[in-house]
C-alpha cells in the first residue's frame, strides 16, 4: 500500500479552514439550539415601523414572562438600539459576548461594531453572512423562548441573505394602510414563500383617519394568512422616551392582542 503523500502548506491552511468552518457552524446550531422560536418583523418597504414594531413586541412578550432577545439585523439602518436607548455594548466575558438587557429584553445590534452612526457601510452577501454567523457564533445568547429579529426591508441581496442566514422559523410582516404599501407587502410575501419559509402574520402600522385601515387584513384574506393586529398612528410615539408600550395603554392594548395571537399561533 503506498504511503499518502504529504500536503502542500496551502493544501493544510485550506483544511485547517474547513476545519474551522466546521467547528463554528456546529457551535452555532448548538447555540441556536437554546432558542425555541426565531422570528423575522419583516417589510417591503423602510418606515413602515419595522423597529418600532420588532421593540414594543419583544417587550410585550417578555412581559408575559417568555425569555426573549431582539436581534437588530437591519445592517443598513441598525435603530434598536435607539428605540431602547441604550448606549453601551455588549460585555465579554470568556470570549463570549453578553447582550445588554432593557425592559427584560436582550439586545444584539450591527450598531455595536459601528465605528460612528453617520458612516455607512455597503455590505455585500458575504459579509453579510459572516457577519450574522459571527454575532451567532459569539453572543451568549442563554436559553430564549424566543428571538425576534429586526430585519432589513425589500427584497434585494441584503434581507436574502439574512433570512437564509438565520433560518428563521417565521416571519411576521407589517403593512402600512395604504394600497402601494399592501402591494409591496404582497411582494416581500411572495419572496419569503419562495425561499420555502412561512410568514405567519400580518400587522397594520399607522392605522387611522390620516391613511385609513384595512390593508393587513385584505392582504390576509387573499394570502391565507392571520392577522394578528392594527396599530394606530399616534403622537406618543415622538414624544416617548420609553417605548410606547410601556407607556400608553391604549398601545398597550393592541400589542397585548399581537402577542396573544403570536403565542397561540405558535402554540406556547
Ligand atoms: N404607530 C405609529 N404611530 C406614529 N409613529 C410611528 C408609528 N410606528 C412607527 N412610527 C414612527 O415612524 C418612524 C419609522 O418607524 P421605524 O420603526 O423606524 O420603521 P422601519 O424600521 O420600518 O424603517 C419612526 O420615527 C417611528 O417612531
Ligand atoms: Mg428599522
Not at 95 to 110: A, D, F, Q, T
Request: hydrophobic letters at 35%; charged letters at 25%.
Amino acid at each position: 500500500m503506498s504511503k499518502p503523500r504529504q500536503l502542500t502548506p496551502q493544501e493544510e491552511a485550506r483544511l485547517a479552514q474547513v476545519r474551522k468552518n466546521f467547528q463554528e457552524r456546529r457551535q452555532i446550531s448548538e447555540n441556536l439550539q437554546s432558542i425555541k422560536k426565531k422570528i423575522g418583523i419583516y417589510s417591503g418597504k423602510g418606515g413602515v415601523g419595522k423597529t418600532t414594531v420588532a421593540t414594543n413586541l419583544a417587550i410585550q412578550i417578555a412581559k408575559s414572562g417568555f425569555s426573549v432577545s431582539l436581534f437588530d439585523c437591519d445592517i443598513d439602518c441598525p435603530n434598536v438600539t435607539k428605540t431602547l436607548h441604550i448606549s453601551e455594548g455588549p460585555i465579554e466575558k470568556d470570549s463570549k459576548l453578553i447582550p445588554p438587557s432593557r425592559h427584560g429584553v436582550s439586545v444584539m445590534s450591527m450598531s455595536f461594531f459601528q465605528e460612528d452612526e453617520e458612516t455607512a457601510i455597503i455590505w455585500r452577501g458575504p459579509m453579510i453572512r459572516n457577519a450574522i454567523n459571527q454575532f451567532l457564533h459569539s453572543t451568549q445568547w442563554g436559553q430564549l423562548d424566543f428571538m425576534i429579529v429586526d430585519l432589513p426591508p425589500g427584497t434585494s441581496d441584503a434581507p436574502l441573505t439574512v433570512m437564509q442566514t438565520l433560518q428563521l422559523d417565521g416571519f411576521i410582516v407589517v403593512t402600512t394602510p395604504q394600497d402601494l404599501a399592501a402591494l409591496d407587502a404582497k411582494r416581500s410575501i411572495n419572496m419569503i414563500r419562495k425561499l420555502n419559509l412561512e410568514v405567519i402574520g400580518i400587522v397594520e402600522n399607522m392605522s387611522g383617519d390620516i391613511f385609513g385601515r384595512g390593508a393587513g387584513e385584505e392582504i390576509s384574506k387573499s394570502m391565507g394568512i392571520p392577522f394578528f393586529g392594527s396599530i394606530e398612528l399616534r403622537k406618543d410615539y415622538k414624544t416617548s422616551t420609553n417605548p410606547t408600550v410601556l407607556e400608553s395603554e391604549d398601545v398597550e392594548k393592541e400589542y397585548s392582542t399581537i402577542s396573544n395571537n403570536l403565542l397561540s399561533k405558535l402554540n406556547f
